[in-house]
C-alpha cells in the first residue's frame, strides 16, 4: 500500500497571504489528523476529520481551517499568514477515530513564511 | 487535557550500551500511551502502544517500555543499542475515547555513538 502523501513538500509564502495543504491518506483509512511541528512548540494537534467531520480541534487560532473530501482526501488551509506560522505540518491517517489505531504520518511540508 | 514531561532531551549512549528514555504524564481521565521515532530525514512512525492489559509492552527493534500507573510514567528501554538507533523519540498520549487526538511530547534525542 502507498503510504500518506502531503503536497506540496516545501511551501514559501509572505506575511498576509493564505495557503492550502493537501494530504492523502492511506487506501481504506478515514481519518486524518494535521500535526504543527516547531522547534519551539515541538509537535501539535491542530484537528482531525473523519468521515468529512471535524471530530476534534486543537487551540489555533481561527486562520487555521480543513476540510476533508468524500474519497477521505484532506486538505487544511491557513489564511493571514504570519512569520510564526513556519513549521512542518504533518498530516496523519488511520483507518478509524477510535485512538486506538496506529497513526500513519506523511512526510510533512514544510512552510516557510517571510 | 492532557500533558507529557520528557525529561531528558538529549540522551548520548555507546552502541551496545542499555538505554533508558524517560516519560512521566498527566491526565483528568484514563490515556492510551505511545512512543513514536522520528530518523532522520524520515517520517514519524510508532514503535509501541499501550493500550490495556500488561504494563509492559514490546515494541519494534528491540524496544519496550513499562506502563506504571501509580507513578504515570511509561518509559522507553532498550537492552542494547545500535548505531542505527539514533533518531529523536517522541512519548505520546491519546485520551480514551478522545480520538486520535495526540498530545506530544517535546521528544529525546537519542544519539549512539561507537
Known amino acids: 500500500k502507498a503510504g500518506v502523501t502531503q503536497t506540496p513538500r516545501y511551501l514559501i509564502k509572505t506575511r498576509g497571504q493564505q495557503v492550502t495543504l493537501s494530504c492523502s491518506p492511506i487506501s481504506g483509512h478515514r481519518s486524518v489528523s494535521w500535526y504543527q511541528q516547531t522547534p519551539g512548540q515541538g509537535l501539535q494537534f491542530l484537528f482531525e476529520y473523519f468521515s468529512e467531520t471535524q471530530r476534534n480541534k486543537g487551540n489555533f487560532p481561527g486562520r487555521f481551517s480543513g476540510r476533508q473530501f468524500s474519497n477521505s482526501r484532506s486538505e487544511m488551509n491557513v489564511s493571514t499568514l504570519e512569520l510564526g506560522d513556519s513549521a512542518l505540518y504533518l498530516c496523519?491517517?488511520?483507518?478509524?477515530?477510535?485512538?486506538?489505531?496506529?497513526?500513519?504520518f506523511g512526510p510533512g511540508t514544510r512552510l516557510t513564511v517571510l | 487535557a492532557q500533558s507529557v514531561t520528557q525529561l531528558d532531551s538529549q540522551v548520548p549512549v555507546f552502541e551496545e550500551a542499555p538505554v533508558e528514555l524517560r516519560c512521566n504524564y498527566s491526565s483528568s481521565v484514563s490515556v492510551y500511551l505511545f512512543w513514536y521515532v522520528q530518523y532522520p530525514n524520515q517520517g514519524l512512525q510508532l514503535l509501541l502502544k499501550y493500550l490495556s492489559g500488561s504494563t509492559l509492552v514490546k515494541g519494534i527493534n528491540g524496544f519496550e517500555a513499562e506502563f506504571n500507573k501509580s507513578q504515570t510514567s511509561f518509559h522507553l528501554r532498550k537492552p542494547s543499542v545500535h548505531i542505527s538507533d539514533t533518531a529523536e523519540y517522541f512519548c505520546?498520549?491519546?485520551?480514551?475515547?478522545?480520538?486520535?487526538?495526540?498530545?506530544f511530547g517535546t521528544g529525546t534525542q537519542l544519539k549512539v555513538e561507537l
Open positions: 505520546v498520549v491519546a485520551p480514551q475515547g478522545g480520538g486520535n487526538k495526540l498530545t
Open positions: 496523519a491517517s488511520s483507518p478509524r477515530v477510535g485512538g486506538t489505531d496506529t497513526q500513519y
